[in-house]
Antibody, heavy 115, light 108 residues
Framework: QVQLQESGPGLVKPSETLSLTCTVSGGSITTSYWTWIRQPPEKGLEWIGCIYYSGTTNYNPSLKSRVTMSVDTSKSQFSLKLDSVTAADTAVYYC?????????WGQGTLVTVSS | EIVLTQSPGTLSLSLGERATLSCRASQSVTNSYLAWYQQKPGQAPRLLIYGASTRATGIPERFSGSGSGTDFTLIITRLEPEDFAVYFCQQYGTSPNTFGQGTKLQIK
């Protein structure tokens, strides 16, 4: 079982870019797909997308125009960038291991979009 | 995208009772690629079931999943205190993966 830890700003201004990093420990980043999922306050879960260590990505079409994921194997980290954020992007953002059925999750980090 | 509708929205039961949670898909879920997660307040979701009926590692036998096509069920027999939480279903047979809105299982 790997451990995942999200990090990044908890407050982002509207129209700016949300940037988060997930650090993987207790296992190799080169053996799995890595996923980002978000959960608006008091709401359900939304799959954002996933990335393989090689850089192959798969994004949710509803967010594809604004999302960029990347991976840094030397640091055992993968990252999420979400452009042109609005209040609707306020959510707890989770990083997780697995392409289709994430089985190890980070604790999540709340990102609030507000001026 | 496939829309998952979970029912009931809230389920109130007592310790030791049996819980039956439903997840209905707007179209057939490919290969029964349906998972269930448990989420407690302030925590990340925990994978319970995948492939509609396969328990994830370390999940107690009182959790069982069934179903195919568009109708899926999670059953929890003999409810224990730690089972009261929110449960989400997820389909991963058709991209994008989608989740249901959740069923809150609360103590009666």
């Amino acid at each position: 079982q790997v451990q995942l830890q999200e990090s990044g700003p908890g407050l982002v201004k509207p129209s700016e870019t949300l940037s988060l990093t997930c650090t993987v420990s207790g296992g190799s980043i080169t053996t799995s797909y890595w996923t980002w999922i978000r959960q608006p306050p008091e709401k359900g879960l939304e799959w954002i997308g996933c990335i393989y260590y090689s850089g192959t990505t798969n994004y949710n079409p509803s967010l594809k125009s604004r999302v960029t994921m990347s991976v840094d194997t030397s640091k055992s980290q993968f990252s999420l960038k979400l452009d042109s954020v609005t209040a609707a992007d306020t959510a707890v953002y989770y990083c997780a291991r697995g392409q289709l059925v994430p089985d190890d999750w980070g604790q999540g980090t709340l990102v609030t979009v507000s001026s | 995208e496939i829309v998952l509708t979970q029912s009931p929205g809230t389920l109130s039961l007592s310790l030791g009772e049996r819980a039956t949670l439903s997840c209905r898909a707007s179209q057939s879920v490919t290969n029964s690629y349906l998972a269930w997660y448990q989420q407690k307040p302030g925590q990340a979701p925990r994978l319970l079931i995948y492939g509609a009926s396969t328990r994830a590692t370390g999940i107690p036998e009182r959790f069982s999943g069934s179903g195919s096509g568009t109708d899926f069920t999670l059953i929890i027999t003999r409810l224990e205190p730690e089972d009261f939480a929110v449960y989400f279903c997820q389909q991963y047979g058709t991209s994008p993966n989608t989740f249901g809105q959740g069923t809150k299982l609360q103590i009666k």
